[in-house]
Every structure is written in C-alpha cells, then in structure tokens.
C-alpha cells in the first residue's frame, strides 16, 4: 500500500528563522510528487510537481527537491504570511480504471513568528 | 476563471437527514475528486470521475455515500442517512487528466456537521 509521511507534524520558526520540512514515500511506481499549501478555512492550493530524483523547483522563498524515496520543502527567511499547513502527494497508478490520483500526506502544521 | 465553485459552504443538519453537496469544476477539466478532511485521518479520496464516468469509488465509506456527474460542469455527493461521524470538510477538486501527471485545483470546502 502507498505510504506518504510527513515531518514534523508541526513547526514554529521565527521570521528569518530557514528550516525545511520532509515528505517520505512508499509507493509502487511515483508518478508525480506534488507540495500543496492549505491555509485555516480553504482548500488545498497547488504549489509545486516533482518528477524525478535530483529535480528542483522553486518559488519565492520556496525550494522543493526530490529523491527516491523523500521530498524536501525548503523555506528561506520565512515570513508570517508563510504560516499554513504544507501537504505532500504522491500520485500513482491508480486501484482501478488506469488513472492516476494521488495520496496525500498528513501535512506539517507551520507558524512563523514576527 | 472562478476556480472550482462548492455549495453549501457550511451546512448543519441532524442525524437522519440527507444531505447533498455541490461542486462546479474548473472549465475545460475533465477530472473531478471528491475528498473528506477531518483532524483524525486528514484528507482522504472519496471518489474520481474521468470525463463523468466514476473511475474509483473505493474511498466511499459505506453506502450512505453517493456521488454522480450528470455533465462535466457538475456533481453531488449526497449522503443519506447522514450521521455525526460524517462531520468533516468535504472538497471537490477538479484537474486535466492526460498522457502525464497533472496538479489538482480544490474548491474552498463544505463544512459539515451532523448534530
């Protein structure tokens, strides 16, 4: 069975304070690893898709990288408005149908302080 | 574009009753999820449609669940009779499906509680 853990469950920093949050798997056959930021009261919002190990991508003062058998989600200089829950999916081949849909993560709780 | 549109966005009723969501995908996407959020299990697929067919239904809890998709511009998920532990924050999401892996775009949420 597909597997996504997420670490840590939840992280405060200070602003300015760089940290990086994990994503590990357990899949048969990664399609795709996806990063989502999901803020109090709203839906999951498409950040970032990985494909294969050794990629990067980033935006703002987000970086996600992969390997075979993690993701990492950088934050540099962090700011409050950073402070969200981040998610983590990886999408494989499907139970039935030949679609592919994604397994989600549990998420990592972050706060930034001023 | 509006993004994915879901209605109601809160909606509390009392054990027994039946209740439908709504959700109004992104135009142009052919995919369309249907998700429950809670605190214990975080978010888990319920159901998804490729081109309003349902592909996976495996993720429906029991058979109080049901989800159609009449057209590609909207769907239901209706449960009947709804109970307290179906409490929870429902999502639609809708994404283009193709040759490759694609980004999922998710609705604001419906908040539901059963008293």
């Known amino acids: 069975e597909d597997q996504v853990t997420q670490s840590p469950e939840a992280l405060r920093l200070q602003e300015g304070e760089s940290s990086s949050l994990n994503c590990s798997y357990t899949?048969?056959?990664?399609?795709?690893l996806f990063w989502y930021r999901q803020d109090p009261g709203k839906g999951p919002e498409f950040l970032f898709t990985?494909?294969?190990a050794g990629e990067e991508k980033e935006k703002e003062r987000l970086k996600a990288t992969l390997t075979k058998k993690e993701s990492f989600l950088h934050i540099t200089a962090p700011k409050p408005e950073d402070s969200a829950t981040y998610l983590c999916?990886?999408?494989?081949?499907?139970?039935?149908?030949?679609?592919?849909?994604?397994?989600f993560g549990r998420g990592t709780s972050l706060i930034v302080h001023p | 574009d509006a993004g994915v549109i879901q209605s109601p966005r809160h909606e509390v009723t009392e054990m027994g009753q039946e209740v439908t969501l709504r959700c109004k995908p992104i135009?142009?996407?052919?995919?369309l999820f249907w998700y429950r959020q809670t605190m214990m299990r975080g978010l888990e697929l319920l159901i998804y449609?490729?081109?309003?067919?349902?592909?996976?239904d495996s993720g429906m809890p029991e058979d109080r669940f049901s989800a159609k998709m009449p057209n590609a511009s909207f769907s239901t998920l209706k449960i009947q009779p709804s109970e307290p532990r179906d409490s929870a924050v429902y999502f639609c999401?809708?994404?283009?499906?193709?040759?490759?892996?694609?980004?999922?775009?998710f609705g604001p949420g419906t908040r539901l509680t059963v008293t």
């Open positions: 990985l494909y294969s």
């Open positions: 899949v048969s056959g990664l399609r795709g």
């Open positions: 449609f490729n081109n309003n067919v349902p592909i996976d």
């Open positions: 135009s142009g996407h052919n995919s």
């Open positions: 999916a990886v999408q494989t081949l499907a139970r039935a149908g030949g679609s592919y849909i994604p397994t």
């Open positions: 999401a809708s994404s283009f499906w193709g040759l490759s892996s694609y980004e999922q775009y």
